[in-house]
């Protein structure tokens, strides 16, 4: 190449390259804003479900319609094998998407729903789902629907999927080997870990053990197995003040019967000693039914 020629290419490549590393830094530039708008929309999107209960329930409910699991505070341990999970999940998503709400529900129910999700932190859909089948069965058995959704509280936290060492199955922790004949009509007994089964099966053996105790109280102790037994480790109270908790939600105080709920764990946290020969606490089994089962 000649020196003329040099002489005329040099400040060409000189643009050229002072071009190119403009153009670099012009990208570098528009990724790092890509990158910045990206995490601040992320943010506000957070800032959003964290201010609304609505939009953080609406997200929450449509994992778990998609998961077909539900979100709890604590996970039971489970005895089920691993071949037998996947059917009892599909069989929480079916009956999820089957009674899903179709219209309003009842005020007193939406109340309820909002402090039972609330407390024991499990999604408003299913927990909506919960409620209003108890009311169903609870009418038709002419059982307390919310005594029936307290047992299901102090038993299970809600889980339809807990399970006890022992063989306690499902929301109301039903013997499922004793009561095997009960879940036969609802198609073997699998159904245990359907809601809907087992709460029928778990209320019509609570209403028949009141009935044959004189009391909710005596029906209660014979609920969790402590018939014969001195005391019954304070279970009957536990599931009496959760009632009467889901009361007052129930008359539209849901944030006065969430503070109670706190006092109550708070209290509860203290460690009150369970008399000697008494089954254990309801709450303090893994899967949320007592330890020493148990007639049901």
Do not use: C
């Amino acid at each position: 190449m000649s020196l003329l020629m040099v002489r005329a290419w040099s400040p060409a490549a000189a643009a050229l390259a002072t071009a190119g590393r403009d153009a670099a830094l012009g990208a570098a530039i528009l990724g790092r804003g890509a990158v910045g708008l990206t995490g601040v929309a992320t943010l506000a999107l957070a800032l959003v479900l964290l201010s609304s209960d609505d939009a953080r329930e609406r997200v929450i409910a449509a994992a778990v319609s998609a998961t077909g699991e539900v979100v709890a505070a604590t996970e039971a341990p489970s005895d089920t094998p691993v071949g037998d999970a996947p059917r009892a999940e599909q069989r929480w998503s079916d009956w999820l998407a089957v009674h899903r709400r179709s219209g309003s529900a009842e005020p007193a129910q939406e109340h309820v729903t909002r402090y039972l999700s609330r407390r024991y932190r499990v999604a408003e859909n299913a927990v909506r789902q919960i409620v209003g089948q108890a009311f169903v069965t609870g009418r038709s058995l002419d059982l307390d629907p919310l005594l029936i959704l307290a047992v299901t509280a102090v038993e299970s936290s809600l889980n339809p999927f807990a399970q006890s060492p022992v063989g306690a199955e499902g929301l109301m922790q039903v013997m499922t080997r004793v009561h095997s004949d009960k879940f036969a009509m609802h198609g073997g007994d699998h159904a245990a870990l359907d809601p809907i089964a087992n709460l029928t099966v778990g209320s019509e053996i609570l209403r028949d053990l009141i009935r044959r105790g004189g009391s909710v109280e005596r029906g209660l102790q014979l609920y969790v197995g402590a018939g014969n037994l001195p005391d019954d480790g304070g279970y009957a109270a536990r599931v009496l003040g959760e009632m009467g908790r889901i009361r007052l939600a129930a008359a539209g105080a849901v944030r006065e019967a969430l503070t109670a709920s706190r006092r109550a764990d708070a209290s509860a946290a203290q460690g009150v000693a369970t008399p000697a020969g008494a089954p254990a606490p309801a709450a303090a089994a893994p899967a949320g039914g007592s330890a020493e089962r148990r007639a049901t």
